[in-house]
Nanobody
Framework: QVQLVESGGGSVQAGGSLRLSCAASGYIVNSGCMGWFRQAPGKERDGVARISTGSIIFYADSVKGRFTISRDNAKNILYLQMNSLKPEDTAIYYC????????????????????WGQGTQVTVSS
C-alpha cells in the first residue's frame, strides 16, 4: 500500500522560506515520476515541480528560480525547498507519484498521478 505523507507547511511572511517533505512508504521515490502540486481556494490543482526517474526536473514558470525539488533516495523522501515566498504561493501543497512515461511526467497533468498525499497548508502573508 502506497502512502505519501507531507510535512513542513506553515505560515511565513513574504520573502521567507519553507521546506516541504514527502515521506513515501510502499513506493520507491526514484522508481517513477514524483511531483509537487498546489491548490488555492477556488482554483484548480496546478503543478509546481516534478522529477522524473532519470532526475529530469520540471518547474512551473511561477516558481522557477525560487523553488527546488529534490529527493533523498536513501531516506525515500521527496523535498520542495521554497524560497522568496510570495502571497500568491499560498495554497495546499500535495505530493504525488506514479510510474509515468517521460512525456506524462513532463506534461505534469494531475490526472496522470495515481498516488497522492493528504496535503500540507502553506500560507504566505504580505
Amino acid at each position: 500500500q502506497v502512502q505519501l505523507v507531507e510535512s513542513g507547511g506553515g505560515s511565513v511572511q513574504a520573502g521567507g522560506s519553507l521546506r516541504l517533505s514527502c515521506a513515501a512508504s510502499g513506493y520507491i521515490v526514484n522508481s517513477g515520476c514524483m511531483g509537487w502540486f498546489r491548490q488555492a481556494p477556488g482554483k484548480e490543482r496546478d503543478g509546481v515541480a516534478r522529477i522524473s526517474t532519470g532526475s529530469i526536473i520540471f518547474y512551473a514558470d511561477s516558481v522557477k528560480g525560487r523553488f527546488t525539488i529534490s529527493r533523498d533516495n536513501a531516506k525515500n523522501i521527496l523535498y520542495l525547498q521554497m524560497n522568496s515566498l510570495k502571497p500568491e504561493d499560498t495554497a495546499i501543497y500535495y505530493c504525488a507519484a506514479d510510474s509515468l512515461r517521460f512525456v506524462e511526467c513532463a506534461s505534469g497533468s494531475p490526472a496522470a498521478f495515481g498516488y497522492w498525499g493528504q496535503g500540507t497548508q502553506v500560507t504566505v502573508s504580505s
